[in-house]
């Protein structure tokens, strides 16, 4: 479980402009050992001045890893293969929103008709049962806190059985994109295990 003090270093990471997904590696003894982040649209290398920068300031003894997602796509060998958001689209004249995410080379690609917010949600979690994820969560709520574009958008899914909610935070320019970017972020632990290929 993550301390409150972790939970805030990897929300700042995350409110870095272009990161799409932060992992966090610890020693034995439960330091963090490193950090890495998937970023795209951005510069790598500037993103890694910012995002030391902050792991500086809650862990000193942490390296920083920077990927390029549009470089992660392709399939290769990797210590653990995540779920990449690799587009998203709205169309305004029906309402629909598409979301694409890729998982060891494999496509999944889902849509939903519940506007921006709730519709990019929707579609990321059809997605990641079209790459053969399981998902035992309904989505319960989809909110931005504020009412411009580019602020945070958080996610909360529930558990189908008994369990607790999951949260997730995650900000864009583009309300899908921030809707499936906190809908991947609520199931981050979850979606470390391989998706059942049927």
């Avoid at 020693?27 to 993103?47: C, K």
């Avoid at 942490?62 to 709205?90: G, N």
């Avoid at 008994?162 to 900000?171: H, P, R, T, V, Y």
Wanted: proline content about 4%; charged content about 20%.
């Amino acid at each position: 479980m993550m301390s409150p003090t972790e939970e805030d270093f990897e929300l700042e990471l995350r409110s870095l402009s272009g990161v799409l997904n932060v992992e966090i590696r610890h020693r034995d003894n439960g330091d963090v050992d490193a950090v890495t982040l998937i970023v795209t649209g951005q510069d790598p290398s500037a993103i890694r001045v910012m995002a030391t920068q902050i792991v500086n300031l809650y862990y000193t003894e942490a390296s920083v890893i920077v990927e390029d997602a549009s470089k992660a796509i392709s399939p290769r060998e990797i210590q653990a293969v995540r779920v990449a958001l690799v587009r998203t689209d709205f169309n305004p004249e029906n309402g629909n929103c598409e979301v694409e995410l890729s998982y060891s080379g494999r496509m999944g690609v889902g849509r939903a008709g519940s506007g921006q917010l709730f519709g990019g949600a929707e579609a990321t979690l059809a997605a990641l049962r079209e790459l053969g994820y399981n998902i035992p969560f309904y989505l319960l709520t989809v909110m931005s806190v504020a009412t411009v574009r580019g602020w945070p958008v958080i996610v909360t899914l529930r558990p189908f059985s008994e369990g607790a909610d999951m949260f997730g935070i995650a900000k864009s320019d583009d309300d899908v994109a921030a809707a499936a970017m906190a809908t991947l972020d609520a199931l981050n632990r979850f979606l470390t295990k391989a998706p059942s290929y049927q």
